[in-house]
């Protein structure tokens, strides 16, 4: 064995997710994993099954439907989220070797239930609730103008009752009393006559 000629054969250890906690909750990184709605604070712990240089081992990652690229951690071994949106997430993580990042890193899938008021259907209930509000309002509306109508067209018969009742037969009256006076006029008053026809004519034109 010559030493001048031995290289440092670049190793990378494999990773993987050790712990995932959700608000202060372990959650089982076995099966599948259901965050309850509502979860602000995921924090995932991540290391690398190395027995060379753990200590300078190199972090990177992602989570597939919210980041948009690759966060560098370093040798951080911990990813924190906080109010993440409702919906299905993947999880990734990889370290560095000596000649760039080794892709078969860990993978955690997980997803986050929306709460009631996240659901399309309490969207939908909301609508509908706006929807009848609108409707409600309208019919009240519709209803006050009606009956203010009502008022008004009892307001108007009242009066055409009044008029029909007390004025109309008042002038009718005062234009037979007219026909009478000019019956009972001289007949050399010729004048006095056609001034009262004319009069006559006049109450039956307001009439």
């Keep these: 064995v010559d030493p001048d000629n031995l290289r440092e054969r670049p190793t990378s250890g494999r990773v993987r997710i050790e712990r995932i906690t959700a608000d202060g909750q372990n959650i089982d990184v076995n099966g599948p994993i259901a965050l309850a709605p509502r979860t602000s604070r995921l924090q995932i712990d991540y290391s690398v099954l190395s027995l060379a240089g753990v ?3 190199r972090f990177r990652y992602r989570l597939d439907g919210f980041d ?5 951690a370093d040798d951080r071994r911990q990813a924190l989220y906080t109010n993440l949106p409702p919906g299905d997430f993947t999880f990734r993580v ?27 259907a309490f969207y939908a209930a909301l609508a509908l609730l706006a929807a009848g509000a609108v ?26 009752r ?3 009742d007390t004025l109309l037969q008042s002038l009718v009256g005062v234009a037979l009393e007219f026909d009478d006076i000019a019956e009972q006029l001289d007949p050399d008053a010729s004048a006095l006559r056609r001034q009262v026809k004319q009069i006559r004519q006049r109450v039956e034109h307001y009439i």
């Design 162 to 164: 009044e008029l029909h």
């Design 135 to 160: 409707y409600l309002a309208w019919i009240r509306r519709l209803s006050l103008v009606r009956r203010q109508y009502s008022l008004i067209l009892a307001e108007r018969a009242r009066m055409g």
């Design 55 to 57: 200590s300078k081992a």
């Design 94 to 120: 990889v370290t560095a070797t000596a000649t760039g990042w080794n892709d078969s890193g860990a993978i955690l899938r997980f997803s986050l239930e929306p709460a009631f008021y996240q659901r399309p």
């Design 68 to 72: 948009t690229s690759w966060i560098e």
